[in-house]
């Protein structure tokens, strides 16, 4: 098309039109690694501009190996991550007569993502649970795989809000105090503050929280109420 063939349309009232497969759903995630446990934690509101979908829409998912995985952004792709990823666990059991240990499985998600690379999942994970010695082993990805294994993180809309907290709180970052090995009864707590602040903040976090605590017990879930406005 001719460029006065655009000016002659744009004076007609023509409308672009444009698709995308993606949408961001909102919602916060953290994980925090101590000793012997590891606590992965989301919130459940799913939303979508200022409308608010569904008040009870897990982002976090327990597996049958024993590691949770956090997802934010598309609702819909950490869905069907997960379901790929519990298929794949079920396979290696079958194949391998055990069950794949989380840094494996760290791995595997690497992959899979990667394969994605092209069309990825909109999804910024954390995947929780207890590596080989029983110590709490935490790792964090990008859309496309990459990854690292810390010791606390947080993600999706309320994560800028959460990490700083975490970092002054878990890491003692600015602080004289020594950092010391942090205990489960102050994860909970400090997961708590964590998410009721970043719900009196951001507008895609509330509801619920619901918390996966990993120990070598096995998985415990919590529910905490947020607020619902």
């Not at 194949?95 to 394969?115: C, D, E, F, P, R």
């Not at 990993?214 to 607020?227: C, F, M, R």
């Amino acid at each position: 098309m001719a460029p006065q063939d655009w000016m002659e349309a744009e004076k007609q009232g023509a409308v672009s039109h444009a698709f995308s497969p993606y949408t961001d759903n909102g919602g916060t995630s953290l994980a925090i690694a101590g000793e012997d446990f590891c606590l992965v934690a989301a919130d459940t509101r799913q939303s979508e501009g200022y409308s608010i979908n569904s008040r009870y829409a897990p982002k976090a998912y327990k597996f049958s190996n024993g590691a949770v995985l956090a997802t934010s952004g598309m609702h819909a792709d950490g869905h069907t991550l997960a379901k790929r990823l519990e298929q794949r666990l079920e396979w290696y059991e079958h194949n391998h007569g055990k069950k794949m240990s989380v840094g494996a499985m760290a791995q595997m998600l690497s992959t899979i993502l990667y394969q994605k690379r092209f069309f990825p999942y909109y999804t910024f994970n954390i995947l929780g649970g207890l590596d080989e010695h029983g110590k709490g082993a935490i790792y964090t990805y990008d859309p496309v795989g990459s990854h690292e294994r810390e010791g606390w993180r947080a993600a999706g809309s309320g994560g800028s809000l959460v990490q700083p907290f975490l970092d002054n709180q878990i890491g003692h970052k600015h602080q004289q105090s020594p950092q010391v090995p942090i205990t489960l009864e102050k994860a909970l707590k400090v997961a708590k503050d964590a998410f009721s602040g970043a719900a009196e903040r951001d507008i895609y976090t509330g509801d619920m929280a619901e918390l996966f605590i990993i120990t070598k017990d096995g998985v415990h879930v919590e529910q905490y109420p947020l607020k619902r406005d």
